[in-house]
């Protein structure tokens, strides 16, 4: 072993910026405003629903998932004024909402589902039984569920994939993060009557590839038009359940036939085995579809 060279300068490795005081006041002030805040105003609003039962309304459910959005919409919006950073350095950018990125995703999101129940079709485990709703019934609940479930999409994007992505992604890296946040994603599901091992598995699944368009886009509207479109089409349009609950008011009678793992059972179509094996078709789409990525993978 030769000795070292006492003129040899080391380069020293690069720092892993730590959580400053003031960094991780802002984090705790989004993380109150965003999930604690509401809370008295979701129990006062689900009050009268005081129920275990896997069937929602949109008259149950609009107003708690407004109330959820707006609140880590503000939560974000603050945390931009503290930090003095433009909404697009979370991957927000107010000029592009409900843009070509919005609508795009919102067509993937319906596309992929109905192209699952296709496959669960054409093998005999899916079957459209009937048309439910028919008259202005049709228009009332489309626009019901939509609103539900753009309330729904956006509450969880910003939750999981905005400010708290970029916070950890400054220490941890984009992927790693990622992963973390992804993890977190599904556990918040664990509640949902219904619910089984593979939904939750697609749950999760579904987040890193919500990740992986936030970092090729360099935004999440994407994540928001799919998962706006994917939880629309499997309560209202299809009529199947989603994440374990069953929607009143929905355009199509359906059913299925056959083993959970395949079906998706109570869980819907993202309990379905088929569902995973689609969901990492889809990441390879994505990749081809959005080739360079945008978002940095340790933002500044």
Not at 254 to 278: D, K, M, Q, R, Y
């Amino acid at each position: 072993m030769s000795a070292s060279d006492p003129n040899k300068t080391e380069t020293p490795a690069p720092k892993v910026p730590v959580w400053g005081r003031t960094e991780r006041n802002r984090l705790l002030t989004w993380l109150a405003i965003s999930f604690f805040l509401p809370v008295p105003f979701l129990l006062i609003l689900h009050a009268p629903f005081k129920s275990n039962s896997p069937i929602f309304t949109v008259w149950r459910e609009l107003p708690g998932k407004a109330v959820a959005a707006f609140f880590v919409v503000f939560a974000t919006w603050l945390v931009s004024r503290m930090e003095k950073r433009p909404l697009d350095d979370y991957g927000i950018p107010p000029r592009q909402a409900f843009g070509r990125r919005f609508w795009e995703g919102f067509v993937w999101g319906f596309a992929v589902l109905s192209a699952i129940l296709l496959v669960l079709g054409w093998s005999g485990h899916f079957r459209i039984d009937s048309v439910a709703l028919t008259g202005g019934s049709v228009f009332r609940y489309a626009l019901g569920w939509a609103a539900v479930f753009l309330a729904v999409a956006i509450n969880e994007e910003f939750a999981f994939r905005g400010y708290m992505l970029f916070s950890f992604a400054k220490r941890m890296r984009f992927w790693p993060t990622a992963i973390f946040l992804s993890l977190l994603f599904g556990a918040a599901h664990l509640g949902n009557p219904g619910e089984n091992v593979l939904g939750i598995l697609h749950v999760v699944m579904i987040g890193m590839v919500f990740c992986l368009t936030i970092r090729r886009t360099g935004n999440l509207w994407f994540a928001v038009g799919y998962h706006a479109a994917w939880d629309w089409a499997e309560t209202f349009f299809y009529g199947t359940p989603d994440s374990g609950l069953l929607g009143v008011g929905r355009f199509l009678n359906t059913s299925v036939h056959g083993p959970n793992w395949l079906t998706g059972g109570s869980a819907g179509p993202e309990g379905s085995i088929v569902t995973l094996f689609t969901v990492l078709l889809l990441a390879l789409l994505i990749h081809f579809r959005f080739p360079t990525a945008i978002y940095p993978d340790r933002p500044s």
